[in-house]
């Protein structure tokens, strides 16, 4: 699904439902800026912060993505003025190119484990614990499924003084084995209306990211064999 200006307008005024919002609103675009400096923070550090043309391309992206968009200079540019008025985004110094960086944990006040599973909710729409574990592999390793679940139930336990839930259980998808979790940094959910493009077992249809998810899954197979033979004094299977 590719989103361009003409239907984020909609998108970005979902029908209210009794779903707990928090204090602030980010629109769609401030959000998928704001969860691409997150992300590039922690996959890709010695290029960050970012340039405006660095940032509009992270939007861009066709892969770790949904809903995908089609953003242009001047999109991100009025994004990026509006998180800087909240505190949830900073110029960088010291360049002769404007660089930007992300000041969320502070400016929202989580943890980084929070930060980290509210930036992948930005970036690739609501997913189920198991997903979100498999996909911050390379953003913060969770020790297990348990640990995703436990920084969750924080987020939607979020005392009103704190501002809220930051996000929400999704009801369980017809045919769905767990049920997936959503933000709600841009207001309130219409379930009804997210991951259109998913498949029905709960993952994404984009070929790119279930290559990539598979990817990640494969390497973490291969580092607990690689420990398990450290630990049993053994040689991994094709080494000597």
């Known amino acids: 699904m590719t989103l361009t200006m003409t239907n984020l307008t909609t998108l970005a005024t979902p029908p209210q439902l009794p779903i707990a919002a928090p204090a602030f609103t980010l629109s769609l675009i401030e959000a998928r800026v704001l969860g691409t400096l997150m992300e590039k923070a922690r996959t890709v550090p010695d290029s960050y912060p970012l340039t405006l043309n ?27 003025n509006t998180l800087k008025a909240a505190n949830l ?27 980290v599973l509210l930036g992948l909710l930005m ?18 390793k969770f020790a297990d499924i348990s640990s ?61 990211e279930r290559l990539e998810r598979l990817e990640a899954e494969v390497a973490q197979l291969h580092e607990t064999v690689q420990k398990l033979c450290s630990e049993l004094g053994l040689s991994p299977a094709g080494q000597t």
């Open 54 to 80: 660095s940032l509009l391309l992270g939007c861009n992206q066709k892969s770790s993505r949904e809903p995908l968009m089609e953003l242009s200079e001047a999109d991100v540019a009025g994004a990026l």
């Open 89 to 115: 985004v900073r110029e960088s110094s010291g360049s002769r190119t404007t660089r930007f960086e992300h000041n969320f944990q502070r400016g929202i006040g989580v943890p980084e484990q929070s930060a």
């Open 123 to 140: 970036l690739r729409g609501p997913q189920t614990a198991g997903e979100l574990r498999l996909n911050s592999e390379r953003w913060y």
């Open 148 to 208: 995703v679940e436990g920084f969750l139930d924080e987020l939607q336990d979020r005392s009103s003084e704190k501002g809220g839930p930051l996000v929400t259980k999704l009801a369980r998808a017809s045919g769905a084995r767990e049920q997936r979790w959503a933000h709600l940094l841009c207001g309130p959910v219409d379930a009804t209306q997210i991951g259109a493009s998913r498949s029905t077992d709960g993952t994404s249809g984009n070929t790119a």
